[in-house]
């Protein structure tokens, strides 16, 4: 079964606005969300992380929003740039040392 | 090179036939983890190998696939007998240790395709 679901299979952005893509999970022992980016014929690279103690992680124009009580994260990207056009994986674990569990991903298509 | 690569790159094969896909992570990593991501999926975890220590299997679909980690580098995944559903993108990745499972970092994947 699915505990990490991303309900979004793509999203379109201009360019300069923001890129907000949501994810749910269903486990409540999970307690470190990342979000992944791939780029075609390339493996996923990590992108953002954020452990349950906090609400909110920034790191320049990505920003992830963690909602424990509705087990729910965001990743927001602004301003959005055509380089940001990928596909972004949701993944979670209940703890560092475990393996990770993903989406299905959002594909991102920023345009100019 | 400085990352983690996978050979080959893309495999077809017939069904019934056995393959193997080999993962070489970085240097000096310990910790190293198989996916695959079939068409319109999610990344599936299938096995993980921290160290000397017995490898983490739980994720492995049947028990026509192993794996298996020589001298604590390089991983090979075997698939015997294949199945069409086994076609998929197999991606490997590697960390420092198991920590830091955030700090993944993923090869290119190799690209199966059973006819």
């Known amino acids: 079964d699915q505990q990490v679901k991303q309900n979004s299979p793509s999203l379109s952005v201009q360019e300069g606005r923001i890129s907000i893509l949501n994810c749910d999970y269903t486990?409540?022992?999970?307690?470190?969300f990342l979000w992944y980016k791939k780029y075609p014929a390339e493996g996923p690279t990590f992108l953002i992380s954020i452990s349950s103690i906090k609400d909110k992680n920034e790191d320049g124009r990505f920003t992830v929003f963690l909602n424990k009580s509705a087990k729910h994260l965001s990743l927001h990207i602004v301003p959005s740039q055509p380089g940001d056009s990928a596909v972004y994986f949701c993944a979670a674990s209940p703890n560092s040392g475990y393996a990770l569990n993903f989406g299905k991903g959002t594909s991102l298509l920023v345009t100019p | 090179g400085a990352g983690v690569s996978q050979s080959p790159s893309n495999k077809v094969t017939e069904k019934g036939k056995d393959v193997e896909l080999r993962c070489d992570p970085i240097?000096?990593?310990?910790?190293l983890y198989w996916y695959r991501q079939s068409l319109g999926q999610g990344l599936e975890f299938l096995i993980y190998f921290q160290g000397n220590s017995a490898p983490d299997k739980s994720g492995l679909p049947s028990d026509r696939f192993s794996a298996e980690r020589t001298g604590g580098s390089v991983s090979t995944l075997t698939i015997q007998r294949t199945q069409q559903e086994d076609s998929a993108v197999y991606l490997c990745?590697?960390?420092?240790?198991?920590?830091?499972?955030?700090?993944?970092?993923f090869g290119s994947g190799t690209q199966l395709s059973v006819l």
């Open positions: 240097s000096g990593h310990t910790a």
């Open positions: 486990n409540s022992m999970f307690d470190y």
């Open positions: 990745a590697s960390s420092v240790n198991r920590d830091t499972n955030e700090k993944l970092f």
